[in-house]
């Protein structure tokens, strides 16, 4: 642990959606599993689509994980092109996480959607990711 530490590398634990994991499937149970290891080397990682699946887009979820929560992943269902018309409630995350004052790491977590042309979905879902998760 003390090369971990010397490296300031961090481990994180991503919760799934129950169709991706019977183990993990929520942040409060990623939090439990952490705050039992008791190590700042092993921290949360928050995933968009599973707390949606798990009904944790809750103020009350977020205060609990904030000082632990050290990713997020920005996605959609199917890890398709990230849409505020969908599931996946963007704003709603966005502003959850702009009230606990997060500001740390968010990442587009997408699969390839067009081989011959890659960049263009990734740019449909910037401009997703420019208008919810953006510092004002």
């Known amino acids: 642990s003390n090369h ?3 490296h300031k590398t961090c481990f994180i634990i991503e919760a799934l959606s129950r169709t991706e994991t019977d183990y993990i499937y929520s942040v409060l149970h990623s939090l439990e599993i952490v705050n039992k290891v008791n190590r700042n080397e092993l921290q949360v990682h928050l995933d968009a689509k599973a707390i949606i699946d798990s009904s944790e887009t ?21 890890l398709g092109i990230l849409t505020d018309t969908g599931i996946i409630d963007h704003k709603l995350i966005s502003q ?17 959607m067009d081989l011959n ?3 263009e979905s ?11 998760y953006r510092d004002e």
Not at 58 to 78: E, T
Not at 96 to 101: E, P, Q, Y
Not at 122 to 132: A, L, M, P, V
């Open 122 to 132: 990734i740019r449909d879902s910037y401009k997703i990711i420019e208008t919810y």
């Open 4 to 6: 971990i530490e010397k």
């Open 58 to 78: 809750k103020i009350d979820i977020f205060r609990k994980i904030k000082s632990k929560l050290k990713h997020v992943h920005i996605n959609d269902i199917h």
């Open 117 to 119: 042309k890659p960049l």
């Open 96 to 112: 959850l996480l702009k009230d606990i004052n997060y500001n740390n790491y968010i990442s587009l977590e997408q699969r390839l």
